[in-house]
């Protein structure tokens, strides 16, 4: 007579599909999740789409048309050996979503698990996780992104490796406190009383249910992601030249901002776009995903 609710309650932990719809359908009826969703999808149609276009080599100077003002030709003007700026600005998109998806990668791939430790097993494991975390949380994450990639070298994959080194803790925590809430409801306890192993309970069962503020932080956090990777460049300290990125862009049109205000303006914009787009989209997926809202 006990297996048949225990069956419900350890088995139906993932998210029905009717809630299911009824999330999808809150999200694309969330104003700041459309206009964010829409500016995420034209800057990855950018970067897909940047090798196919007839654009200009974004590595390719022409000293005939150095520092050239915005025009038909060069619709965002040209840098200072010549080359478009449209051009570097599309292949400049492929550079930051890289960026961002390998440094949430890596935050993710590593967060999680000791997260998922930490907030399972308790104890002194999570005692001297937690500890850690909190001693790396305490740093600034933009210095703590720029120390990373220092130690490791300037470079575009040490840039990605040094930002998601730099997301770990905060994952962590996250999922912690999701796995200490969630370990907590009746269903654990009924898997538990069954004899159901600990390992299965926590990946069946807590690890699904801590996935809706995963996905919201990860969203979020590609906003940070694509600054960062762009701050990084701008120190020299990520996209090496002559391979086009915003940041970099930025750093060399501040050289040039009496002679050539307009080198500047294009990967600005950019940042800004791309940044609003992924924090619009992270603050829709929330309120859709939000038990409260439910």
Not at 272 to 289: E, I, K, P, Q, Y
């Amino acid at each position: 007579m006990t297996t048949l609710p225990l069956s419900k309650d350890t088995t139906d932990t993932t998210m029905p599909e009717a809630k299911r719809r009824g999330t999808f359908g809150k999200l694309i009826r969330n104003r700041s999740a459309l206009i964010g969703g829409t500016i995420v999808l034209i800057f990855v149609l950018m970067a897909l789409l940047a090798p196919i276009l007839p654009l200009a080599d974004p590595l390719k100077s022409n000293f005939l048309a150095v520092r050239k003002p915005p025009s038909a030709l060069y619709w965002f003007g040209t840098d200072e050996l010549g080359r478009d700026q449209v051009s570097r600005l599309f292949y400049g998109a492929q550079t930051s979503l890289l960026a961002g998806i390998a440094s949430v990668t890596i935050a993710l791939g590593i967060g999680i698990p000791f997260g998922l430790i930490a907030g399972w097993y308790g104890g002194w494991i999570d005692a001297v996780i937690s500890r850690i975390t909190e001693a790396l949380l305490a740093c600034p994450f933009l210095i703590l992104a720029i120390a990373f990639a220092a130690v490791l070298g300037p470079s575009l994959t040490n840039a990605m490796i040094a930002i998601g080194l730099s997301a770990v803790p905060i994952f962590i925590r996250l999922v912690r406190g999701q796995v200490i809430n969630v370990k907590a409801e009746d269903f654990v306890e009924g898997a538990r009383s069954v004899g159901v192993p600990e390992w299965l309970i926590l990946f069946r069962h807590v690890a699904p249910n801590t996935l809706s503020p995963i996905i919201v932080q990860a969203t979020l956090f590609m906003a940070q992601a694509i600054i960062l990777e762009a701050a990084l460049s701008f120190l020299g300290l990520g996209q090496q030249p002559p391979s086009p990125s915003w940041g970099q862009m930025l750093n060399v049109a501040k050289n040039f901002m009496e002679q050539a205000p307009w080198m500047s303006v294009a990967p600005g914009i950019a940042i800004f776009l791309a940044v609003l787009g992924f924090n619009l989209l992270g603050d829709g997926l929330r309120d859709a995903l939000d038990p409260k809202e439910s």
